[in-house]
């Protein structure tokens, strides 16, 4: 058997949505910044993005839904292990992960939240909301949080956040632009420094 002892992670990304976040990933990879390969994509919207970005570049992509599997988790947990992935990335994964996966995938699934942590997370923070509740606040800056899943939206550890300024006449749209263009900077590279070189997932 070949030995895969501290080679680079293979990732599967689940995404609900359009998926500039795992485009901004395979373009990482593409041009070789970042080592772990995308080896699976899988959405629980059948007409997501993230599905058509995945096809385009010959990465698997599922779509998994109560529509397609009475248990949906069991059926992505089988995936992954199909695919040997070891390590799991949401970006725009709008489904709270299951206790299951989060058992077989501990310290390997990783989030990315447009805003800081905690005080701009937990249920229904997530897109516009997000940004809607920075600009309420009225606070200076704002900026992607990276962290690691557990049981909870939004309050696994930490890994990595990053500034973005609150400008003067910001609305939520201009604010999530900005947002996301940081996002796409910073999550290839907390993947690349947190799993560049792993053990592989038993």
Request: glycine content about 8%.
């Amino acid at each position: 058997m070949h030995d895969r002892t501290r080679e680079p992670a293979r990732l599967a990304v689940l995404a609900s949505g359009g998926g500039s976040n795992l485009q901004a990933l395979i373009d990482a990879h593409q041009r070789g910044d970042l080592p772990c390969p995308i080896v699976l994509v899988i959405s629980n919207h059948a007409d997501a993005g993230a599905l058509s970005r995945a096809a385009h570049h010959g990465i698997a992509a599922h779509y998994v839904s109560r529509k397609t599997d009475p248990d949906p988790s069991a059926r992505i947990l089988e995936l992954l292990r199909e695919h040997r992935v070891d390590v799991v990335v949401l970006a725009g994964w709008l489904s709270l992960i299951e206790p299951s996966l989060i058992a077989a995938f501990r310290g390997r699934i990783v989030n990315i939240h447009p805003a800081p942590l905690p005080r701009f997370g937990g249920k229904g923070m997530y897109g516009l909301h997000v940004h809607r509740a920075v600009l309420a606040a009225g606070v200076a800056s704002t900026g992607p949080t990276i962290h690691l899943v557990d049981e909870r939206y939004d309050e696994g550890e930490p890994l990595a956040h990053v500034e973005v300024p609150v400008e003067p006449g910001d609305t939520p749209e201009t604010l999530q632009q900005r947002v996301l263009r940081a996002e796409h900077d910073l999550y290839w590279r907390v993947l690349r420094d947190q799993f560049g070189a792993i053990d592989p997932v038993a």
